[in-house]
């Protein structure tokens, strides 16, 4: 584990072995973040910064950087300068963007080697041979930029010529390494010199937005090996960051293994294909579609599947409920059934309720005044329906709803009507038929329903009600 020693800087002073980082506002206490064992701490000082000695310090970083080769502008506006002096990451915001001037310094502490991972030897094969497109992913803090430089230092071993696309460009690299930044360069320039100069690896810290996937897919599919570093606050999220950003079915394309890091340990190592198969919780060969299968590398096991599902892109965690049909299958007719309810209230004139019968067939029950007329007048549109959501769809009336067999109680004036349900029916939601028309209600903490619309009250009293058991549907 080397360490990253001071570089002859005004900053040193502020840095020890243990300082991450410097924030410092004008006229408060200097804030230091120190690195403890799998933690870190804030120190604040005890007394304030003075303003003066604060605008001393700026000026001093500018007169330094003046006679410093390492030293990269990599943001100039005019109330605020962000730039790379050695290791230290400035950045210094002037009032009024802030309400007074302030600097915060970043400074890398440890710098590790593979060998400090202590890996495997089935892991380091697949980073050093297997594995050419990696994502490193987790929350800020947790040393993946730290984990990507180890990465860089083991390629270059093998003499492998390799390039970093970063802002700013605090990668602690071997001066073999070049480094850009798209301070002073588009993704369409930095597009074509990648392809041109065709690089073994390429290394960007950190992806962040969607010209960035972008440029990740373009590079990855013209096979340059690709290392790159996101932020993600759990393991899949990661991998769901790329979706609405490029096409489902090329993820598994350009991207092969996610790593994920948490206070320096390899947590989890992810791994991505495609093949075309019926999801785990689905049993008829008819809905078999394109997967991305997500496996873990540790265990071996499949953990998610992503893959379409009524015309939504779903991330569906692969548990041992998942895979014997009985929670994670329920879980997934709900959402079924909300996403073909969204459908169908687009479709149809009247209301309507829906059962999921059987993983290839939904009842839909409508109005029975209805039913001639949409088998009739809008069968092409069902027909169509039933080609997207893989269902074969069968029309039946409101005589045919389960109804709860639950005794009750009314109470009716002009003013109110009134629903005594049994005490065991508190705080639940309802739908109610009235000849033709549905309405969804909730009983209170006394397991009472009431209506003081009039229009609705004259409705129950003239056609009265039945209440539908949708633990059924």
Not at 52 to 69: A, G, P
Request: hydrophobic share 40%; proline share 5%; charged share 25%.
């Amino acid at each position: 584990m080397e360490s990253i020693w001071p570089c002859g800087s005004v900053l040193d002073s502020f840095f020890d072995e243990n300082t991450m980082s410097l924030h410092i506002k004008e006229n408060r206490p200097i804030l230091r973040k120190k690195w403890w064992p799998w933690n870190w701490k804030p120190i604040v000082d005890p007394t304030p910064f003075p303003s003066k000695d604060l605008k001393d310090l700026v000026s001093k970083i500018f007169k330094e950087i003046e006679t410093r080769e390492d030293w990269f502008l990599e943001i100039d506006r005019k109330l605020s300068k962000i730039s790379q002096l050695g290791p230290y990451r400035i950045v210094i915001v002037y009032p009024p963007l802030s309400d007074g001037l302030e600097i915060t310094v970043a400074k890398p502490i440890k710098r590790l080697t593979m060998q400090d991972y202590k890996l495997d030897k089935e892991v380091l094969e697949l980073f050093k041979n297997s594995s050419k497109w990696i994502l490193v992913s987790w929350a800020p803090w947790s040393w993946k930029t730290t984990f990507a430089q180890a990465l860089v230092d083991l390629y270059h071993q093998d003499n492998n010529i390799i390039k970093t696309l970063e802002s700013p460009r605090d990668l602690m690299v071997s001066d073999d390494v070049v480094q850009y930044s798209f301070t002073y360069g588009t993704h369409d320039e930095v597009r074509d010199i990648l392809l041109l100069s065709r690089p073994d690896y390429t290394v960007y810290d950190e992806v962040r937005n969607k010209a960035d996937f972008e440029l990740y897919k373009d590079l990855r599919l013209t096979w340059i090996w690709l290392i790159w570093v996101i932020h993600a606050t759990r393991p899949v999220d990661s991998i769901q960051r790329f979706l609405g950003t490029i096409e489902m079915w090329v993820i598994p394309q350009v991207l092969d293994t996610v790593v994920f890091i948490d206070k320096w340990i390899i947590n989890e190592i992810y791994q991505l294909a495609l093949s075309v198969k019926v999801p785990a919780w689905m049993s008829s060969e008819d809905l078999s579609r394109p997967v991305i299968c997500v496996t873990s590398f540790f265990s071996k096991k499949v953990e998610y599947e992503i893959y379409t599902f009524w015309e939504q892109i779903v991330v569906v965690p692969i548990t041992e409920e998942m895979q014997s049909n009985t929670s994670g299958k329920s879980a997934m007719w709900e959402y079924a059934k909300h996403a073909i309810q969204q459908k169908l209230q687009k479709l149809l004139p009247c209301d309507f309720l829906i059962k999921i019968k059987s993983a290839s067939v939904l009842d839909l029950y409508i109005p029975a005044t209805y039913k001639w007329r949409i088998i009739w007048k809008s069968w092409n549109i069902i027909s169509q329906l039933e080609k997207s959501i893989w269902l074969s769809i069968h029309v039946t009336t409101f005589d045919e709803l389960p109804i709860m067999d639950v005794v009750t109680e009314t109470k009716i004036n002009k003013n109110f009507f009134e629903i005594y349900l049994p005490k065991e029916f508190i705080d639940q939601t309802f739908t109610l038929l009235v000849e033709d028309s549905l309405i969804t209600v909730n009983s209170d903490s006394n397991a009472v329903i009431s209506f003081k619309n009039k229009s609705t009250i004259k409705s129950l009293q003239k056609r009265w009600f039945l209440i539908v058991d949708k633990n059924k549907l």
